[in-house]
């Protein structure tokens, strides 16, 4: 049986990466985007993201290399996103990754609809903004732009059209999240 794509989409910390973890502790394998902003306390180059220059990003771009890609206008700079395909072997693995909607797109255009199953995860904008205050260095009109940000990055009807699920990741322990996610999962390969 051929592997597949888990996409995890959704707005800022609505917690994406904690269970994009948590999918690679349970053998997914994890697909690493690259990023021209700056590290955060505790994350680690090449496991979180791939930091890198503007130039390199760029040149990612102009060789092909980019599946997607997405420049933000932020507070701090312009900070770029982006990912790449060639980390992919559907016949070896199965991968997650984290993407915005149009990213998801992009990915589902490039592997196929049947080869990707991509999730919404939702939480309420209260819980969001704990979870990003807790991270450190929460700069209020950087949140404001992010939460700007979302309103455009994720109306419902882009939702509805590119997610196979939604899941409420607040009021629930991760742990059951993850059970979730992994019985959708499984009901869609089978």
Known sequence: MKHKIV???????????????????????????????????????????????????????AEGQMVEYQRYNTVFGTWCYGSSAEQVDLDKHDYVIVLTLDGAEAWINHFGAKNCIVFYIDAPKSVREARAKERGSFNQDEWNRRLNTDKQDFPMEKIVKICNFKVANYNKK?????????????????
């Open 7 to 61: 996409i995890l989409c959704g707005k800022s910390a609505c917690g994406k990466s904690a269970i994009y973890k948590q999918l690679i502790k349970r053998g997914y394998k994890g697909l690493i985007t690259n990023t021209t902003r700056p590290m955060r306390d505790g994350e680690v180059n090449g496991k979180d993201y791939n930091f890198i220059s503007k130039d390199q990003f760029d040149n990612l771009i």
């Open 174 to 190: 991760l742990y059951n999240v993850i059970k979730e996610i992994e019985s959708d999962i499984r009901i869609w390969k089978s």
